[in-house]
């Protein structure tokens, strides 16, 4: 039964692999870096089988290359550079991990993993403190050049007043056309007659919409 229920997930070639890192730097003028591990995570409720391919496996001694891990743990799979010369400085090799499950011999998923040699650790903080500065630099002219830009584009796009300004300024003049409290021989009911701080606040926006709309 249980085998009944996980079938569905065990198509050949599907099955997502979980391992870290996914990409393996070696530097020559570091010892310590010669030696890389790679973790293998087994979340499925079946174990796996595992298996370590290489594009160059001359340069690269894998420490048990092939072996299995329960469910729901993890398993380290030490890798070691072997041949550290001038020649693979930058070449790309690849490593692929294949899984499948330990009662069956087709390969349920795989995961390419990239392996570099570099000369240099200080070199390459160098080259990447360079590389994230003319980034940094790219990234202000940028800005400054897209805001020049946009700036005529900003102006035609505003040719008249808004709604919302002509619609302040027409309530402006409806309120300095009100009566103001005091008025009695006015029509208009008392509660709408507005006192004269009111209606200076009023002519005050009015002046400054009448000011925004001769500018656009």
């Known amino acids: 039964m249980q085998q009944q229920k996980r ?14 890192p996914t990409e393996l730097i070696f530097y020559a003028d570091d ?8 973790t293998l995570y087994n979340p499925y409720e079946f174990a796996l089988k595992f298996k370590v391919l290489c594009t160059t496996p001359n340069k690269y001694a894998v420490v048990d290359a092939t072996g299995a891990v329960k469910p729901q743990c993890c398993v380290d799979i030490v890798i070691r550079h072997r041949d550290v010369r001038a ?16 009662s069956q011999r087709k390969a349920l998923g795989k995961k390419e993993i990239i392996a570099t040699l570099l000369p240099s650790a200080k070199e390459q903080q160098q080259q990447k403190e360079e590389e994230e500065k003319r980034i940094k630099e790219h990234l202000a002219e940028s800005v400054f050049f897209e805001q020049t830009l946009c700036q ?10 808004s709604l919302l300004t002509v619609f302040l300024g027409i309530v402006c003049i409806a309120a300095l056309m009100l009566p103001t409290l005091g008025d009695l021989e006015s029509l208009v009911p008392l509660y709408l007659h507005l006192s004269v701080n009111q209606k200076l606040v009023a002519a005050y926006v009015l002046g400054l919409i009448t000011m925004v709309i001769l500018r656009t």
């Open 7 to 20: 079938q569905p997930e065990l198509v050949e070639g599907n099955l997502p692999v979980f391992v870290f």
């Open 31 to 38: 010892q310590s870096t010669h030696k890389q591990v790679l």
């Open 87 to 102: 020649a693979y400085f930058g070449v790309i090799d690849k490593f692929r991990l294949q899984v499948s499950e330990q």
């Open 152 to 161: 005529p584009e900003n102006r035609t796009a505003s040719s008249g007043p």
